[in-house]
């Protein structure tokens, strides 16, 4: 028994630790928005983080756009924003995730689900900003990220590199390409070439 008491003892810290770790909602909203266009930010609906850890929402939104906070729990920062038609298949996911499912499966049961129309999909391109960067360049007090970079989603499904005159792969920076040709979860690629001043850290 008093074993078990000090087993708990030693992770009592951590969790302290790890829950004053998450930034105050305001500073995750601040952040989460980063990834959308400047003129879709305030209107963006924002999910977030509770000092538990818990997925929850920290703003209601009046546009079309919904925001990911960084997950405090993972290295390094990343934030995205993307249509609310992706919604159903985003928030779908994040269950799957939160029930204990591993990547291979969470896509073969939304591809089940999708093929099945109990999953509703986009029923035209929908987008997806996602912006990241390292931690160091991160103010947890202010909400800033420096040096952070883009890329770009765009779900188109089931569309193939016939049907939109696109490579399954990059052959130059900062191309477009398709991955996941054919499928549910077929979207468009764009990652554009690093920052001059994350290369130097390289």
């Known amino acids: 028994m008093k074993l078990l008491k000090l087993f708990f003892l030693l992770l009592l810290p951590a969790g302290i630790y790890a829950q004053a770790d998450v930034p105050s909602p305001e500073v995750q909203i601040k952040t989460a928005v980063l990834a959308a266009p400047e003129d879709l930010r305030d209107g963006a609906m924002v999910y977030g983080y509770n000092d538990s850890g818990k997925m929850v929402i920290l703003r209601e939104g009046s546009n079309n756009l919904v925001c990911l906070a960084d997950d405090p729990a993972k290295k390094g920062i990343s934030v995205s924003c993307y249509s609310k038609k992706l919604e159903p298949f985003m928030a779908r996911g994040r269950q799957l995730i939160a029930e204990g499912k591993s990547e291979m499966e969470k896509r073969e049961i939304r591809q089940r689900e999708a093929e099945s129309g109990e999953l509703q999909m986009p029923d035209a391109p ?59 979860r077929a979207h468009i690629m764009v990652t554009p070439p690093t920052s001059s001043k994350e290369k130097e850290k390289e």
């Open 126 to 184: 929908s987008m997806t900003y996602i912006l990241s960067g390292s931690e160091e360049n991160y103010d947890r007090n202010t909400g800033e990220l420096k040096d952070a970079n883009f890329r770009y989603v765009i779900y188109i499904p089931y569309a193939t590199a016939e049907s939109t005159g696109l490579p399954t792969t990059p052959f130059a920076p900062g191309m477009p390409w398709i991955m996941d040709p054919g499928t549910h």
